[in-house]
């Protein structure tokens, strides 16, 4: 048995009965004979070396407070499915030979120590009161006939600290119980290699997020949800739609904030031109469109009316109000604007401060915590409300000096966490590091994580999720895997096998993910070969 | 009303009592206010200038001796799903407002005249028995509180002769029914608009396939079953997969074969090296890979025992036995080929004939109708057992010299249906014409249909799909719409709008299309915009 660093605070006692060979159980890895691959790498595991085979009947027995919980049957649901996609044909040739398998395992026990369903929503009273915790799954094998033996496969202990246990950890639990999970076609059933395994894991960063744009081209519903659904195989948590509000009302789904945070950003005052299509008032002239008229008490009440309405579909506690890319040029040149702000004596910047200022008032008089993209900052950190989450986007440096002044921070610098910067390679995505120059740990706390995004100028149904994956996935183990134990040194070696490994995967689950080493995203392969080499 | 010519034979008698504009149901279609877009087009329709809404918990109502169908009613969930995708988000809205909408129809009515849902397996006593025939739907409006309205909504007939009213009929008409539905982003509800419709339809050809190359890259069976369900919305009807039987047995699952007829490959006795890693004595030698040894009797056992596990597994009555790119060279270098050749006194290429005869004995002797690749036709044509179907690749010009000979003909071209030819555009797909050189009407009848071919060399699970739509609707169109229907002259006016709008439908349903006018498939958008106009 090998073991990895396991500094556990927890005593875990694990009985471990290993499987004869007797019984036919040990094929060796489909795809590798030394590793069962995980992505992202649990902070800390143990394993052994035997294999057991898996019921495609799978019951789950829940306990704890939280064992009733509907959404962590219907994910139990979801991942058998996943798990035994191969189940029907199976049975198909199993009927034609005659054959009825036994298992070695045929239940899953979750532990669930709260029964707050809702709790993902309320994340932010303090970031750091992670509700993705301590969520204990054991597993055991069934009564055999020739008397019991119990098989300890699987601890998985998510924890951050005592505070919150909610259903959450258990759906990460049961994605890497999935990931342990491989069919093996010799012995034609679902196979857990290297059993017993002992994990304990819990999220670097709470805020591990994906930005989605769905203003550039519209993304329907269903590839939304498929993104959603497929960003839960990686562990990311957060998920930012930029609102092209007239076109997404009709399309909201509240279900789709069940398995990840929606953050909603309206982006103003700039990036707002196609408002003036429904409410020509906002734009100062006809001829300046953008930024918004910040003259004009419709102007806010328009936003405020916006907010009220978002609130009651989005209960994620950040919104994100842009604030980057303002040129108030035309501000200037349009008369009511310049006479406005001659009798306030304001320079257009300091209209453009009070704009942004006004309407994080508007946001946090509705509960919110306001998100505002890292130019507000750069312009006037001073006067930001100290609830302020700056978001860094133009390059490095940003969140050390977020977090000098206080304010929490996410990091998406664009050189490296730009999906939509076809040349940035894995590689670059997966070294990138959100605390980078900031030594001071209660200021590294300050970065709530990070976020990489999908702009959607060339980004469309067609092709956004292979420009998603798999280079996502490679930001989303720098969130989740705890510095200490995330590949470093040559990841050629120690993180690509497994990055390969969980594109295949992505791919098995309907998920376009592309190629790993093309030296450009989303190219096609070069040519004929495995996925596991693609 | 405009009237498009209409030359049933059955009478239609169609009541249509018109919602007045009072019940604010008029609003105009979300894209274009002339049109509602059928893709592929009806042979014949005609249709109104009514608008009506659809009650999101429509009801199915079948009669017909087929109406205890568990596939249609199966579809019609599916269906369901699909048309009213929005309605969850609606009813969220709906409840925020307390509006309780009225529906003008609540119920739609299918009548299925057979209750043989097997009959689409053995479609080839005569390819030209279709079993998608003479399937009406009728659609009524619900009971309205101020008095009984009826509204006939859409009848439609689906006809080929009168042997066969099988189920699969009704399935082409919800599919067009969902076409007819929109979400209108004003009224908040589903609506058809241009009611009521009349529509009377057939496929043009029995055979509109694609091909699916699973060798070249692994496709899992989740994506293979999207790229079925997406066909269904083309209208294509018969699937071929390339196998690579060692991996592809474990997947094998006989619900695909549902929507669509799925004709297995075994290209022998080229393109078959794989073979010889499971058999090395499969090949003449170790240097000698391919063609697969001719001499042995081991190998036809192999042939033999193969096609006898397929056959439980694929109902559809052809299969495929390759037969393309033959490369005899190594044999005649190989000793024991050689000598088994001269003691014959063979040539190669007379043991290649030899080979493919064998091979399809054996197909025929499993109740199989053998289809070989062009090159078996071009080489030995007065040979090939009468039953072969002849499949074109190289070129035009095959198939009028397979006709005419008595052979049926599939075609696939490859220079306009070849899809990972990247460089071939949307225009060129839909305007080839299978049976072109062909001027007998008994002799066109032999011309089963065509297959789009989606090789995969460089198509795998990321990009399969945007490779293969939007440009294989427009081969399905060709294949469907009958030929006095099919647009010409000017198809960018007459086609292409409803190709952008069928692109952006399969978008919705969440399949990754590429844009359409794009110079080179399956590339991404130049830029943000409508999907309806990339």
Not at 345 to 352: G, L
Not at 374 to 382: D, K, L, R, S
Not at 469 to 495: D, F, K, Q, V
Request: hydrophobic share 40%; glycine share 8%.
């Amino acid at each position: 048995m090998s073991v990895y660093p396991f500094k556990s605070i927890f005593l875990i006692v694990a009985l471990a009965l290993y499987v004869s060979e007797t019984l036919g159980l040990s094929s060796p890895p489909e795809i590798n004979g030394n590793l069962t691959y995980l992505w992202p790498l649990p902070s800390e595991f143990t394993h052994g070396n035997d294999t057991l085979s898996v019921d495609p009947g799978l019951l789950l027995a829940v306990g704890g407070i939280g064992g009733n919980s509907e959404i962590l049957r219907a994910a139990f649901d979801r991942y058998r499915g996943i798990v035994f996609k191969h189940s029907d044909g199976l049975s198909i040739f199993s009927r034609l030979r005659g054959r009825r398998p036994a298992y070695d395992i045929n239940k899953l026990k979750v532990i669930v120590h709260s029964d707050n369903e809702e709790a993902v929503y309320t994340l932010l009273q303090s970031m750091q009161e992670m509700t993705e915790s301590r969520v204990i799954g054991v597993m055991a094998t069934k009564l055999r006939t020739f008397g019991i033996i119990f098989t300890l496969l699987f601890i998985y202990v998510l924890c951050r600290n005592q505070l919150a246990n909610t259903v959450y950890g258990a759906l990460r639990g049961l994605e890497t119980f999935s990931q342990l999970c491989a069919f093996d076609y010799g012995a034609k059933s679902v196979q857990v290699y290297k059993a017993p395994w002992y994990i304990r894991d819990k999220p670097r960063f709470a805020y591990r997020g994906l930005l989605l744009d769905t203003s550039r081209h519209f993304l329907p519903i269903d590839v939304i949800k498929q993104i959603i659904e497929s960003m839960s195989y990686a562990k990311l948590s957060c998920h930012r739609l930029t609102v092209c509000f007239l076109f997404m009302f009709p399309h909201i789904d509240l279900k789709l904030c069940q398995s990840v945070n929606v953050m909603a950003e309206v982006d103003i005052p700039g990036h707002a031109e196609s408002w003036g299509t429904g409410y020509p008032d906002l734009w100062p002239s006809p001829s300046c469109r953008e930024p918004l008229d910040v003259t004009k008490n419709f102007t806010f009440d328009v936003v405020s009316g916006i907010l009220t309405d978002m609130r009651k579909i989005f209960p994620f506690e950040l919104f994100h109000l842009g604030g980057d890319e303002v040129n108030t040029g035309c501000w200037s040149s349009t008369p009511h604007v310049k006479q406005w702000l001659q009798s306030r004596n304001m320079t257009t910047k300091e209209a453009y401060q009070y704009f942004v200022l006004k309407a994080q008032e508007i946001a946090i008089s509705k509960n919110w915590t306001p998100v505002n993209w890292e130019e507000t900052f750069n312009a006037f950190a001073g006067n930001l409300n100290p609830r302020t989450v700056v978001h860094n986007w133009l390059g490095g440096g940003v969140c050390p000096k977020a977090v000098a002044k206080g304010f929490r921070c996410i990091f998406s610098n664009q050189g490296v966490w730009y999906l939509d910067h076809l040349d940035v390679p894995w590689d670059k995505f997966y070294t990138a590091e959100p605390v980078e120059g900031i030594n001071d740990a209660s200021k590294q706390e300050l970065v709530l994580g990070g976020e990489v995004c999908m702009w959607g100028e060339t980004a469309d149904t067609s092709n956004v999720q292979q420009t998603i994956w798999p280079r996502a996935a490679a930001a989303a183990e720098r969130l989740w895997t705890s510095r200490e134990a995330i590949s470093t040194g040559n990841i050629t070696l120690t993180a690509l096998p497994r990055l390969l490994y969980f594109r295949c995967l992505l791919n098995r689950r309907g998920v376009q993910a592309a190629p790993v080493t093309n030296s450009y995203a989303r190219s096609p392969p070069s040519g004929p070969g495995s996925c596991y080499e693609q």
